[in-house]
DNA sequence: CGGCCTTTTTGATCCACGTCAATGCTGACA
DNA sequence: TGTCAGCATTGACGTGGATCAAAAAGGCCG
């Protein structure tokens, strides 16, 4: 097994390459993706600014290198419900449409590695195997986008923090390739306010939630974006899950 | 274009075929397909009952010829979460894979087309459009599962019950291969618990929020389980959407 | 260091929805 | 016809989280 899981969701990436991108990335594979590897070309952002994916002459197919990005949509008033967060190898655009109601933004600084949408389309044709891939891909976020379904319509403002948490956690030990620690500490590389939009909560109630977990012992904070978990354990309990770790970490 | 969209979720299906299966039926496309056609075998199920994928020497990938089941999620405490409607050409069951945390229940009788896991892997290897039709279909599914998520995170307890009862308008319209009216008549084929479950909701609240979208003259019933809709203008309207019908209906 | 801006925390209050409990409705069956 | 079992509705009440408002804590830059 070359390829070692390390996303939040369980997607698989290529743990040979610094690069990460399993579908991308010509080194981790067949010469077949040697076609993929001609036709991308790089682009990046700065923190805060919106990915535009089509424009006049730009219609992209475009998968994260480093950095990260979220998914947004939004009602007519202004409710936002974050639907994904974009991290190194995950896919945006879609190869086959033109849609994308979602508004993609950049977190931190992104580069992204870009293939014109008619272009990846052919590639696609011809290489099968990159098309399973993202079907793997596909499937694995299905799954992930089920699994918060489970926390929006039914966990409370406690559970569904301590559940961002985990991911988070599981993410930067994964990223360090380290393994399951029963103390973990990382950054919060999300805004309050992004945290509420993810969530489906409020910013306030975000923060109280925090300052909560905190009071309790669950956690520690170091400043305002660095958490501590002295024991993993617990947190995983308080997100409320009975996956005690679906992920292999 | 010989796909019709009558999904939900904007899935395609092969609109000649009466069993409007885009990705099994072989009457609909290429001779590639016949491989799937030799393979597969049928099985049914009664309204209620819970459908197995994987067993004793039986790991399925189904999917659905009629009929609805549900996927749905369980906390350890009970809490539920629907996740998915498993509506006609549906596909269930993970290619690749042998997880599936999910409970698979038959809301009506249901018949299934299934594949043994093995089998569909190896003729899929050979024929890459039945990958490619997955990939579609995933992709189509995402989006629904997003848009969902927006649903959970964001909508009142009214205007869940308008969006789902949009969407079984909608279904209802496709299915009768009927283009969109502003007055539709349909039957719920849901329990107000299973409406609950689906939207993040109580089935008090549920039955709440029906109760005043009829004393609000948004809907009409007749029973307890068919639904008058006389403006669909005006649900849609309640349903808080700014798409005011992405569905091409 | 001090001013300015953004992010975060905290407090007070409100209300949408959950909870608990009673009642009604419908259909199956003896 | 009565009884029973499953939905469904309705009411009374409590509460988790939203809302509104203000203070505190960081950056950032002169």
Redesign the interface.
């Known amino acids: 097994m070359r390829f070692q899981t390390f996303h939040h969701n369980g997607r698989q990436a290529c743990g040979d390459c610094p690069i990460r991108h399993r579908a991308v990335c010509s080194r981790c594979d067949d010469d077949e993706l040697a076609l993929l590897d001609q036709a991308k070309f790089y682009r990046s952002f700065e923190a805060g600014q919106t990915i535009a994916l089509s424009g006049e002459r730009m219609d992209f197919v475009a998968s994260v290198v480093s950095g990260i990005a979220t998914?947004t949509?939004?009602?007519?008033?202004g409710?936002?419900?974050m639907?994904?967060l974009l991290l190194p190898s995950d896919f945006v655009g879609?190869?086959?449409?033109d849609?994308a109601?979602?508004d993609v933004t950049a977190t931190t600084d992104v580069v992204m590695c870009c293939f014109r949408k008619a272009r990846f389309e052919t590639i696609?044709q011809d290489t099968?195997r990159i098309?399973?891939r993202?079907?793997?891909m596909?499937?694995d976020?299905?799954?992930a986008?089920?699994?918060?379904?489970?926390l929006?319509?039914?966990?409370t403002a406690r559970e569904k923090i301590a559940s961002l948490l985990v991911i988070l956690a599981r993410r930067d030990a994964a990223l360090r390739a380290q393994g399951a620690a029963t103390r973990a500490s990382f950054d919060l590389p999300l805004t309050r306010e992004a945290m509420a939009d993810y969530?489906?909560l409020t910013l306030e109630t975000v923060s109280r939630q925090i300052s909560a977990l905190k009071r309790d012992g669950v956690i520690g904070l170091v400043g305002t974006r660095r958490v501590d978990v002295p024991d993993m354990r617990r947190l995983i309990d308080e997100a409320?899950?009975?996956?005690d770790g679906?992920m292999p970490f």
Do not use: C, I
């Open positions: 998914l949509q939004t009602l007519e008033d409710r936002r419900q639907v994904g879609r190869p086959g449409r849609h109601a979602y696609m099968p098309g399973q993202l079907l793997e596909t499937l976020e299905l799954d986008a089920r699994e918060w379904m489970l929006l319509g039914r966990k969530l489906g409320g899950d009975d996956s679906g």
